[in-house]
Antibody, heavy 114, light 107 residues
């Protein structure tokens, strides 16, 4: 069984930093396309960042230079380091695999507010 | 960036209706398109990948078609469990974006 479990969300002040984690079991983060997707309250889905099996990364324009996606193969865990957080980054953050595999975590809420 | 335009944004339908949702890409994406269903408070669930491949375990009343820039999700006979929000997603090389969503409501 494949499981993705996110953690690390919470309330943070504007300008602060958070690191989200996604612990994966049942498949290897190093050999799969892994992604972070977010959903602001009452809004649609937004792709935030992707890391491909070869290590290439991609970011949506609004987070470039502020967010960094990475993975720890020994822990089989995906990360999203989020710096210089803004109110508009408030959302539920999901980790997910490629659409072909179709596995998603339950999400972790990040609230950026003073 | 590739933009995905989904229509309609809201759809009112009855149980048993045939429902069609359209997604248009701003650039050629071949068949790198997926469809998701999301219910309130839950993570999205993939229904279709690679434009027309039905995910294992998804009912056969769901189908996807199209390639290039124009894609369609069809529900052949709407069931009570299908009232939800649906999203398309393109995942062309080194790029990934979602449509704005279509909420399917009870008529």
């Amino acid at each position: 069984e494949v499981l993705l479990v996110e953690s690390g969300g919470g309330l943070i002040q504007p300008g602060g930093s958070l690191r989200l984690s996604c612990a994966v079991s049942g498949l290897s983060v190093s050999s799969n396309y892994m992604t972070w997707v977010r959903q602001a309250p009452g809004k649609g889905l937004e792709g935030v960042s992707v890391i491909y099996s070869g290590g290439v990364t991609q970011y949506t324009d609004s987070v470039k230079g502020r967010f960094t996606i990475s993975r720890d193969n020994s822990k089989n865990t995906l990360y999203l380091q989020m710096n210089s957080l803004r109110a508009e980054d408030t959302a539920v953050y999901y980790c997910a695999t490629s659409p072909t595999q179709g596995y998603w975590g339950q999400g972790t809420l990040v609230t950026v507010s003073s | 960036d590739i933009q995905m335009t989904q229509s309609p944004s809201t759809l009112s339908a009855s149980v048993g209706d045939r429902v069609t949702i359209t997604c248009r890409a701003s650039q050629f994406i071949s068949s790198w398109l997926a469809w998701y269903q999301q219910k309130p408070g839950k993570a999205p669930k993939v229904l279709i990948y690679q434009a027309s491949s039905l995910k294992s375990g998804v009912p056969s009343r769901f189908s996807g078609s199209g390639s290039g820039t124009e894609f369609t999700l069809t529900i052949s006979s709407l069931q009570p469990d299908d009232f939800a929000t649906y999203y398309c997603q393109q995942y062309n090389t080194y790029s990934e974006t979602f449509g704005q969503g279509t909420k399917v409501e009870i008529k």
